[in-house]
């Protein structure tokens, strides 16, 4: 290695030390290039950063000495191969060339330095580290070279097992195939035994039939099926096993279709012992040659459908009952005028409608009477006449149990009039005279007491009754029983009515007379009024008229009112105040009595005391506000106010209020009139004496 080519690191925590060295170093070595680090640390991150020839380092430095670098440069696995060389001025000792020695040191020079030295050291630490760079790569090439030759080796090793072992397995693979041939045999021989029994005992008819259509296979499932044995079948076409009425259209599909398959042909099968036809659903498959085009032959697989056909036509008769049961309920629900209508007339359409829906030849509605003593028919009617009939009576007591059943709320349903233990109690001539065969009763309550019965009857032959018809035959129980219940109920609407009328008539009548006669009280006062000279007595006579004629209004208003329960407010207090202006003489003073009442109604007792109260305030104002002639307006107002209270103002713009006494000196009697009735009505008074005039006003609860 040139010197221009060598990198050499200095690590010495003397600066004076580092500059020393790198002016020695470029002066005899110019093209060298010098780094250095001032600490252990900083010099190693320097040797990894650079990847320096040779390292000059100082043994003595604070915090990592020389051996502690050294030793940390050694350990690592890409700086190992770096010479270190340690200088140092102060341990030049033995045991410290050796400790450096085992630090991993290659060269240890004394200071101060001789240059010759120091160039020649390193250079031939230069020389020691390309010499170590050109054996690892050697010993690389080396390592490569024995893993490529150790792979080729161990490739040939594997081929030669894999070729040993592929021959163990083809060895072990033809015993095995050998063996399983042998359980083949056996296990085919097994299951074409088994295949037999199948086919034989298969629950599903199955038949085989070659090319020119002839029997070749004929399981057991299909002699139940046709009631043919195999040996009769064997050999024969077809054609044997259809009704006679559509043999021909059966095997023309069959030749039209040979070699494709079925999903589900339907093909009826004739069982020769009943006669009957059987209608089954067929699935095939063709087995060809090994050309692939050949037909050979033609196997088929049954499933009779005869009882799921029957089925599915009981269900959809089924589905259509229900529909028209859901009909009838649906109509009679919707219909409005149905629980308000005639009584007989309802009856009427829902035993018609129900004996349509349910096709009995007799519908009928019996009620029972108070005692349960007996029942009478109600309504009947004959589907096949259409004709109703009525009246018909039995006696109770020939079928207490037959009573107690319905007593508990039970349907009877009885298929056999003649041995249902439940109807067997109904005489035996009933059921004669009618032909009766099959009957079912629901009993109808109304109010929780047994009340009547709805009934269905089949004559002719006996009839099964589903449990659907019980259960219409209970919901059109609980609708008759909607139509007694609301007959009644009309009924009793009706008489309610009445006595409603008549208490109206008898109470206008009752307010009439009270105000007949507060009026003739009213004129007996206004005769005694005539006859007295003091004027004191006079004023109190008009006072009182006042009084009395405002309640013989009140009820006036009653009487002519169609609401005898509560007052049109509004009307009643402009008719008072009418008649108090009249009484005062207002036409005659320059004052307006005007009022603003809303749309009240009071009842008859809180509209007493408000009456009373109006006209203590109003006649008050009247007499005392406005003297001399002086004008001025006087204003009555009712309103509503929050909380359900009513708010009562008398105001005027008069000369205001000062206390009114009696010559004893107490208050005056229209006064503690106005407190009482305040009191009366819950209500609270307060006054404003103004100026201008006054304003009472009364707070009071509407009811």
């Known amino acids: 290695m040139e010197s221009n080519e060598l990198k050499v690191l200095a690590i010495d925590d003397n600066a004076d030390n580092l500059t020393s060295l790198r002016a020695v170093i470029q002066d005899l070595l110019p093209s060298c ?23 000059l380092l100082d043994l003595i430095m604070p915090g990592l000495d020389g051996f502690a670098v050294c030793r940390q440069l050694k350990a690592d696995e890409h700086l190992r191969s770096i010479p270190v060389v340690f200088l140092t001025a102060i341990r030049t000792d033995r045991e410290s060339r050796v400790r450096a020695l085992q630090a991993g040191g ?27 760079r050109i054996q690892g790569l050697e010993r690389a090439q080396l390592a490569a070279m024995v893993d490529e030759r150790t792979r080729k080796i161990e490739e040939n090793r594997c081929a030669t097992l894999n070729l040993l072992e592929d021959l163990r397995v083809e060895i072990e693979v033809r015993k095995q195939t050998e063996n399983e041939l042998r359980a083949n045999q056996a296990s085919l021989r097994e299951t074409r035994d088994y295949l037999e029994k199948l086919f034989a ?56 279709t040979a070699g494709e398959c079925w999903d589900e042909m339907e093909i009826p099968i004739l069982d020769r012992r009943t006669g009957e036809a059987h209608i089954v659903h067929w699935s095939s498959a063709s087995i060809f040659r090994p050309d692939g085009e050949t037909l050979e032959a033609t196997i088929v697989q049954g499933t009779d459908i005869s009882q799921r056909r029957r089925a599915e036509q009981l269900l959809q008769a089924k589905e259509s009952r229900q529909r028209e049961f859901v009909s009838l309920l649906s109509d009679l629900v919707n219909d409005s005028q149905f629980f308000s209508g005639d009584l007989t007339h309802n009856i009427r359409r829902i035993i018609t409608r129900s004996a349509e829906v349910m096709k009995t030849a007799r519908t009928s509605v019996w009620v029972y009477s108070e005692d349960l003593s007996r029942m009478r028919c109600y309504g009947l009617y004959e589907r096949d006449s259409g004709a109703f009939r009525e009246g018909e009576v039995l006696q109770c007591e020939d079928f207490p149990e037959y009573l107690a059943a319905h007593q508990l709320g039970r349907v009877i349903a009885a298929m056999n009039v003649r041995t249902d233990p439940r109807a067997l109690q109904i005489p035996a001539s009933y059921y004669d005279a009618h032909g009766i065969q099959s009957l079912m009763d629901a009993p109808i309550w109304i109010h929780g007491r047994l009340t009547a019965l709805l009934s269905f009857e089949h004559v002719g032959d006996v009839h099964s009754w589903l449990a659907e018809e019980e259960q219409l035959a209970q919901t059109l129980a609980t609708f008759v029983s909607f139509c007694f219940e609301a007959a009644e109920r009309k009924r009793t609407e ?42 004191a007595v006079v004023e109190a006579f008009r006072t009182m008229q006042n009084r009395v004629r405002s309640m013989a209004l009140l009820h006036e208003t009653l009487y002519r009112s169609d609401d005898l329960a509560r007052i049109d407010f509004k009307r009643y207090v402009e008719r008072m105040c009418m008649h108090l202006a009249q009484s005062c003489g207002l036409d005659r003073m320059q004052v307006q009595l005007e009022t603003r009442i809303g749309s009240i109604k009071l009842p008859l007792d809180r509209a007493v005391s408000c009456g009373l109260l109006i006209n203590e305030l109003v006649t008050n104002a009247l007499k005392h506000a406005f003297p001399d002639g002086r004008s001025g307006r006087t204003t009555v107002a009712l309103e509503s106010a929050a909380d359900q209270q009513l708010v009562l103002t008398v105001a005027d713009d008069g000369t205001g209020l000062a206390d009114v006494q009696d010559t004893d000196g107490r208050k005056s009697l ?19 004496r103004g100026p201008p005039g006054t304003a009472f006003r009364v707070v009071f609860p509407a009811s």
């Open 106 to 132: 290659e060269g240890f020079l004394t200071k101060p330095v001789d240059e010759l030295e120091l160039v020649a050291a390193i250079q031939a630490m230069a020389k020691i580290r390309a010499a170590n």
């Open 670 to 688: 229209g006064m503690e009139l106005i407190r009482r009735l305040t009191e009366q009505l819950d209500g609270t008074l307060s006054v404003d």
């Open 33 to 55: 290039t010098v780094l250095t680090a001032r600490d252990g640390a900083c010099g190693i991150e320097a040797a990894r950063a650079a990847d320096p020839d040779v390292i």
């Open 494 to 535: 009706e008489a309610l009515q009445r006595t409603l009328a008549e208490r109206e008539t008898l109470l206008k009548e009752v307010h009439h007379r009270v105000k007949n006669n507060l009026q003739i009280i009213n004129s007996l006062m206004s005769l005694q009024a005539r006859k007295e000279p003091t004027p």
């Open 201 to 256: 005992h298969a629950n599903s008819p199955i038949i085989v039939w070659d090319a020119e259509f002839r029997i070749t296979r004929f399981n057991r499932a299909s002699e139940r099926l046709t009631g043919i044995l195999a040996e009769e079948a064997l050999g024969q076409r077809p054609d044997i096993l259809f009704p006679p009425e559509s043999r021909d259209a059966s095997m023309d599909i069959i030749r039209l």
